[in-house]
């Protein structure tokens, strides 16, 4: 399988800076998801629509890149994710 270079959940790229944030499923397995979305093999927040998983994203994000902008990114990024398929 290949590397998973992003949480298929929010899209948080696992890159170097935040590969610490990359969940780890029960058996000891890297996840595909981060600690952010996910824990102990369930999603932190199952119920989580994508619009909401959106809304909490903007602001973050937001800040490095403006609001309009990441609202853009992620309403484009997230549909592909596989989580939301």
């Known amino acids: 399988m290949a590397e998973v270079t992003m949480c298929q959940s929010c899209g948080l790229p696992f890159n170097e800076e935040h590969k610490h944030f990359i969940a780890i499923e029960p058996n000891g397995n890297k996840s595909i998801y981060c600690t952010n979305c996910y824990k102990d093999g369930k999603f932190i927040d199952p119920n989580i629509s994508m619009k909401e998983m959106i809304d909490l994203i903007v602001p973050i994000l937001g800040k490095a890149i403006g609001e309009e902008e990441a609202r853009?990114?992620?309403?484009?990024?997230?549909?592909t994710l596989k989580r939301w398929k």
Do not use: V
């Open 72 to 79: 853009k990114e992620m309403t484009n990024l997230l549909p």
